[in-house]
């Protein structure tokens, strides 16, 4: 390939990925941790630990009893079935209020049968989630803009292929450590990128789908099927086709009926989740979804139940999705890893942690690749770039840190308020804080500091989550509380992790180079008094 060639991929490379990745690391960070969405919701709820598993025979009466309390509810609510990580039956029902907003209410029944609600509850892993897709902007328009950086984080993974492939291949493993850190940083972030490039293909493609696959179809709505794209593929999107209340009261099939009726109808069904419309009238309506006990690709599953008769009006599986279900259903699985268990799981997580270090790495090696080795003072738009690299980066990292601190802070000061409301303020309060600190600092010395605050915030997650629940470490692993046991000692490993890179940063701000923006400003002027006294004495007169 011609030399100017490859220089416009290498061009191409490099600006896609600064503006690309700063987004990328949020959600890469944030997705390594939402693999485990489900399993979250027994560390972040502490009073649900120990609870068994309530019985589904408790799911009619706690409809009667909310709409006997709330009528209105009947337009649309739905059941939560128990798992082992969120052991209560809860219905969860949002209220329209005149002036367009909405309160989500939170019901399910006591020990004695008795109607309770629980609205100001924790949101830690649903939070973290929408990191994941908004990384942190506005969820109304945040999902698009991820959407697109997915689209031009995938123009990166080819242009870095045709660059770097031919020498990695020859040099995979060869991680060349030494004083040349920009040698080392260089091979990390190649090698990293080239061994997990299918799921980064996978990711990209699956992410932009997935955020703005309805604009991709804008052209053909409006070109080419005269507006009638979205009925064609309506039966891909939705279960059923949305109905209207008839005004016609209709008495509604018990709970254990529709539970029974769909079982019938797909009998591997695990049922989660049961939503339903128009409950009472004629043309009531009951979707229950879930997944299927298979080992296949998919495993999504919905049925869809005639809430007055108890017709079965669609049963969706994997065996007859249409093409395009299929497709969709298999990217959402490939890309959240819910085709394996807890080994893809960790598997997932290791891989979503590499990518944030493949975009933290490239905004370094950017950095150290415009550094002038032959003067202290250093271009401002490298020092800009550093420090918003490491502004956004541990930004994050503290913040979602401090996110799982706050939920436990809550539960220990129930007064205090909304949990979910306060966690998503510790967020962006840290977050900003962290973005003001590094340009306010040199950026060795904002690096320093940065990772010592989120080497604290880390391992202050197990410790107040042993003052929240009295358990501690050794005691969940001797329970076999096994997700609790993981989250805590992740976090421990983490910080240390984080403490090490925090000792790293600062020898390198003390014993690096000092023409580069990671030295620390008090030796850049030693180095210079240095110079200005050889330079006074050789010019000085000879006796």
């Known amino acids: 390939m011609k030399t100017s060639t490859l220089r416009s991929f290498l061009q191409v490379h490099t600006w896609v990925g600064l503006i690309a990745g700063l987004g990328l690391f949020i959600a890469f960070y944030?997705?390594?941790?939402?693999?485990?969405?489900?399993?979250?919701?027994?560390?972040?709820?502490?009073?649900?630990?120990?609870?068994p598993i309530e019985s589904l025979q408790q799911g009619q009466a706690l409809i009667d009893a909310v709409l006997a309390a709330h009528p209105t509810a009947s337009e649309r609510f739905h059941l939560n079935l128990p798992t082992p990580h969120?052991?209560?039956?809860?219905?969860?029902?949002?209220?329209?209020?005149k002036d367009g907003t909405s309160l989500e209410h939170h019901f399910s029944?006591?020990?004695?049968?008795?109607?309770?609600?629980?609205?100001?509850?924790?949101?830690?892993?649903?939070?973290?989630?929408?990191?994941?897709?908004?990384?942190?902007?506005?969820?109304?328009?945040?999902?698009?803009?991820?959407?697109?950086?997915?689209?031009?984080?995938?123009?990166?993974?080819?242009?870095?292929?045709?660059?770097?492939?031919?020498?990695?291949?020859?040099?995979?493993?060869?991680?060349?450590?030494?004083?040349?850190?920009?040698?080392?940083?260089?091979?990390?972030?190649?090698?990293?990128?080239?061994?997990s490039l299918p799921f980064h293909i996978i990711f990209a493609w699956s992410g932009a789908v997935l955020a703005i696959g309805t604009l991709m179809l804008a052209p053909f709505q409006f070109l080419v099927f005269d507006g009638k794209l979205l009925?064609?593929?309506?039966?891909?999107?939705?279960?059923?086709?949305?109905?209207?209340?008839?005004?016609?009261?209709?008495?509604?099939?018990?709970?254990?009926?529709?539970?029974?009726?769909?079982?019938?109808?797909?009998?591997?069904?695990?049922?989660?989740?049961?939503?339903?419309?128009?409950?009472?009238?004629?043309?009531?309506?009951?979707?229950?979804?879930?997944e299927n006990q298979q080992r296949t690709l998919n495993t999504m599953a919905g049925v869809a139940v005639d809430g007055s008769t108890g017709k079965i009006l669609r049963v969706q599986q994997p065996e007859n999705f249409s093409i395009g279900t299929g497709f969709l259903r298999a990217l959402q699985t490939l890309h959240f890893g819910?085709?394996?268990?807890?080994?893809?799981?960790?598997?997932?997580?290791?891989?979503?942690?590499?990518?944030?270090?493949?975009?933290?790495?490239?905004?370094?090696?950017?950095?150290?690749?415009?550094?002038?080795?032959?003067?202290?003072?250093?271009?401002?738009?490298?020092?800009?770039?550093?420090?918003?690299?490491?502004?956004?980066c541990l930004g994050c990292i503290a913040g979602i840190s401090a996110v799982f601190v706050t939920n436990k802070f809550m539960q220990l000061s129930p007064q205090a308020g909304d949990p979910a409301l306060w966690e998503e303020r510790s967020y962006y309060a840290v977050f900003f804080i962290c973005m003001i600190w590094a340009f306010l600092r040199a950026p060795a010395r904002a690096g320093h500091e940065l990772l010592l605050l989120c080497a604290a915030l880390t391992a202050a997650i197990p410790v107040i989550n042993y003052a929240a629940s009295g358990e501690h470490l050794l005691q969940n692993l001797w329970h076999g509380q096994w997700v609790i046991f993981s989250v805590d000692t992740v976090a421990l490993?983490?910080?240390?992790?984080?403490?090490?890179?925090?000792?790293?940063?600062?020898?390198?701000?003390?014993?690096?180079?000092?023409?580069?923006?990671?030295?620390?400003?008090?030796?850049?002027?030693?180095v210079q008094h240095a110079e200005a006294s050889v330079t006074a004495s050789t010019a000085a007169p000879k006796a």
């Open 338 to 392: 819910n085709y394996g268990h807890v080994a893809l799981q960790w598997l997932y997580f290791i891989l979503g942690l590499a990518g944030a270090f493949l975009f933290y790495s490239g905004n370094l090696l950017w950095v150290e690749a415009r550094r002038k080795r032959h003067q202290i003072a250093q271009p401002r738009n490298t020092k800009w770039m550093a420090q918003l690299t490491l502004g956004v």
């Open 30 to 51: 944030a997705g390594s941790i939402t693999v485990f969405t489900e399993q979250l919701h027994a560390w972040e709820q502490t009073e649900t630990r120990h609870a």
């Open 231 to 290: 009925d064609i593929i309506n039966e891909d999107l939705s279960l059923v086709a949305p109905v209207k209340a008839s005004g016609k009261s209709a008495a509604l099939i018990s709970f254990d009926d529709a539970v029974a009726r769909v079982q019938a109808a797909a009998p591997q069904i695990n049922i989660a989740h049961m939503y339903y419309h128009h409950a009472g009238d004629s043309n009531a309506r009951i979707e229950a979804y879930g």
């Open 109 to 195: 029944l006591s020990a004695d049968g008795k109607l309770q609600e629980k609205n100001q509850i924790s949101e830690l892993s649903h939070f973290i989630y929408r990191l994941h897709y908004t990384a942190g902007l506005p969820a109304s328009w945040g999902l698009y803009v991820l959407g697109i950086v997915c689209v031009l984080y995938g123009l990166a993974l080819v242009s870095g292929v045709v660059i770097y492939a031919p020498v990695m291949l020859k040099s995979l493993f060869a991680l060349r450590q030494g004083r040349n850190l920009k040698l080392f940083w260089q091979d990390a972030h190649n090698a990293i990128g080239m061994l």
């Open 493 to 526: 490993i983490a910080a240390y992790l984080y403490w090490r890179m925090a000792k790293a940063t600062l020898r390198r701000g003390q014993q690096g180079d000092p023409n580069s923006v990671w030295a620390l400003p008090q030796k850049q002027t030693q």
């Open 86 to 97: 969120e052991p209560r039956l809860v219905l969860e029902w949002d209220e329209k209020r």
